[in-house]
């Protein structure tokens, strides 16, 4: 595995995270390209605010081997930024709505 290929799972796991919180959570759901898009900025916002914590793709290939257990906190991280990121969207449009009406 490289560097590439763990940053690009980590982006499709934010999606998940983000499709999966939408599924779940009806009244926070933007459908499927709007939780996906949520989930792709979360995921990569996330993951580069606190990848410096030692679990960026850099930090779990940097013997030449994956570390496995950076690389489950990576996908861990991912996807909670992505279910995140879809929950502070949707509560930042609530706000912005009510914001017009008055």
């Given amino acids: 595995m490289t560097a590439t290929l763990?940053?690009?799972?980590?982006?499709?796991?934010g999606i998940i995270g983000a499709n999966v919180t939408g599924f779940i959570f009806k009244k926070y759901s933007f459908g499927f390209i709007g939780n996906t898009i949520a989930g792709v900025f979360g995921s990569v916002?996330?993951?580069?605010?606190?990848?410096r914590l030692g679990f960026d793709p850099k930090s779990i290939?940097?013997?030449?081997s994956v570390n496995y257990s950076?690389?489950?906190i990576n996908i861990l991280v991912s996807?909670?930024?992505g279910a995140i990121a879809l929950i502070?969207?949707?509560i930042f449009k609530n706000k912005m709505n009510k914001n017009n009406r008055k």
Avoid at 6 to 13: A, E, P
Avoid at 45 to 51: E, M, N, T
Wanted: cysteine-free.
């Fill in 6 to 13: 763990i940053s690009l799972i980590s982006v499709f796991i």
């Fill in 88 to 90: 502070l969207i949707s």
């Fill in 79 to 81: 996807f909670l930024g």
């Fill in 70 to 72: 950076l690389f489950f």
């Fill in 61 to 64: 290939m940097q013997l030449g």
């Fill in 45 to 51: 916002f996330l993951i580069k605010s606190f990848g």
